[in-house]
């Protein structure tokens, strides 16, 4: 009787202390992806599916908080599949958002269902750039899409990519969109910079 309850504390404190649902659907994106096809195209769209369920809304659409998380659990399959998370290790390498942006065009409701459409764009000496789309599957409309900054630390998109290719590999153009966004990175990063003095200091 005392290991039930005791199993019933520990189980309680990590609910209290953690983010415990968001972990385990992590991990079952990921060991899901594990034992998919790999995707050989590092830059091509992998989709995910999925339908807005009561826990994802709040006045009967999804909540745009839930958007975000959603996005985390695609890059941890497309990282998967193509090769990215495994080069990491092997470079011991770790990658971080450094930034994101989403445009909402339309709400999902409640009960609707939707792909999940995720690709890397293209990437700089320090991140990767990636675009993802909520495309409903009642009528094809994309009802939001993301641009993410994935930053790669102690290592770079390139030796990543040279990893995984075995030779150098061509960065894509920015998209013309996506070029706006990256100098608005840049504009309000030199700005908070010279805010906080940091710009003085490195002179």
């Known amino acids: ?10 189980l309680l404190a990590l609910f209290c202390c953690l ?11 990921i060991l899901r992806a594990w034992f998919q096809p790999p995707v050989w195209d590092i830059t091509a769209e992998q989709i995910l599916t999925g ?18 998380r959603e996005c985390d659990f695609a890059r941890f399959s497309l990282y998967t599949r193509n090769g990215v998370f495994k080069a990491l290790r092997a470079l011991g390498a770790s990658m971080v958002v450094g930034a994101t942006t989403i445009r909402y065009r339309r709400a999902l409701c409640i009960g609707e269902g939707y792909e999940l459409r995720s ?7 320090k991140a990767f ?7 409903s599957t009642k009528d094809g409309l994309v009802c939001a899409v993301m641009y993410c900054k994935q930053s790669v630390i102690r290592s770079s998109p390139d030796k990543i990519m040279q990893h995984l290719c075995k030779r150098k590999v061509e960065c894509p ?3 013309e ?6 100098n608005f990175i840049s504009a309000s990063s030199q700005a908070l910079r010279a805010e906080s003095g940091l710009e003085e200091k490195n002179k």
């Open 51 to 68: 339908r807005v369920t009561s826990h994802d809304i709040d006045m009967c659409h999804m909540n745009n908080a839930r958007y975000l």
């Open 129 to 135: 750039f990636l675009e993802q789309r909520f495309v």
């Open 173 to 175: 153009e920015f998209p």
């Open 177 to 182: 969109d996506l070029q706006h966004w990256v």
């Open 1 to 10: 009787m005392w290991w039930v309850l005791w199993v019933l504390a520990v």
């Open 119 to 125: 690709r890397i764009v293209t990437w700089d000496d």
């Open 19 to 29: 983010d415990v649902w968001y972990f385990l659907r992590a991990a079952m994106v």
